[in-house]
């Protein structure tokens, strides 16, 4: 990241494009980022190059979402089903995370972007592990953007880790089953602490939400896009925003409404 983020909220609103309504931005955005193999075969490039391009993509939605005061990015880098991919690309996959985090760490503390990575993070190479320990240390006091890498992630992986919890705590005696609700579940989770996706992206055209924040998108507007990847800018970010700003937003209800206090935090 070359230059800095705007995080003032005058600065959002001069950034924003026309058509957008400020006060209609959705808080919090997720990205499937889908496609990256195909941009490259299509290049008659080999897929790690899609996956270097998809790394420039991720830099500019951040750069575009903070500018225009989007609280929080939430990003599907790797799941637990990519172990399944060729051992080629995955140990380049873990040694392009090394290499972005190393170098761009210094611009997102500057930035004062507030990194976290979510998922299970043990498998990961020691040296990857280090390094992310690093950044969400040095970033956690920022108050910019909170930037969420979700890395060996799986939803239903994670469901299961918070009721492990959660069930761990009971035998011990420290918690009534019968007092577990939405907030002490959603408390579990990787994402404790951070409101849930008001709006989910997914790139490359498929229809589905591959094992990602299983219970955190429960009432995400959802924007499907033909547009590959590597090639989302701001184009095609405005065009994701402009459908949420189209939406009514029901939670269930019959008029818009708030959404559900027991998924915030």
Not at 22 to 46: C, E, K, T, Y
Not at 130 to 153: D, K, P
Not at 163 to 177: K, M, S, T, V, Y
């Amino acid at each position: 990241m070359s230059r800095a983020l705007a995080t003032t909220s005058t600065l959002s609103q001069q950034a924003l494009p026309a058509g957008l309504d400020p006060a209609r931005l959705p808080a919090h955005v997720a990205v499937i980022m889908d496609g990256n193999g195909r941009w490259a075969s299509r290049r008659g490039l080999p897929r790690v190059m899609g996956h270097r391009e998809g790394v420039e993509a991720l830099k500019r939605t951040l750069r575009l979402c903070s500018d225009w005061g989007i609280g929080a990015l939430t990003a599907y880098a790797f799941s637990t089903e990519n172990w399944n991919r060729p051992g080629e690309e995955v140990s380049f996959l873990m040694a392009l995370f090394e290499r972005v985090l190393a170098r761009e760490l210094e611009a997102l503390e500057r930035e004062q972007v507030r990194i976290r990575f979510l998922g299970d993070l043990e498998p990961l190479p020691s040296g990857l592990r280090a390094l992310i320990a690093n950044a969400t240390t040095r970033t956690a006091g920022n108050s910019g953007i909170h930037f969420n890498v979700c890395t060996n992630y799986g939803g239903r992986a994670e469901l299961v880790h918070a009721a492990r919890r959660l069930a761990e705590q009971a035998a011990r005696g420290e918690l009534d089953p019968a007092s577990i609700d939405e907030t002490q579940f959603a408390a579990q989770l990787h994402t404790a602490g951070e409101r849930d996706p008001d709006l989910l992206i997914r790139t490359s055209g498929e229809l589905r939400i591959s094992n990602f924040l299983l219970w955190q998108l429960a009432y995400a507007e959802l924007h499907i896009t033909d547009v590959l990847w590597p090639d989302f800018d701001e184009r095609a970010l405005v065009s994701a925003l402009l459908d949420y700003q189209n939406r009514q937003r029901r939670f269930g209800g019959v008029e818009p409404s708030l959404p559900p206090s027991a998924h915030q935090p």
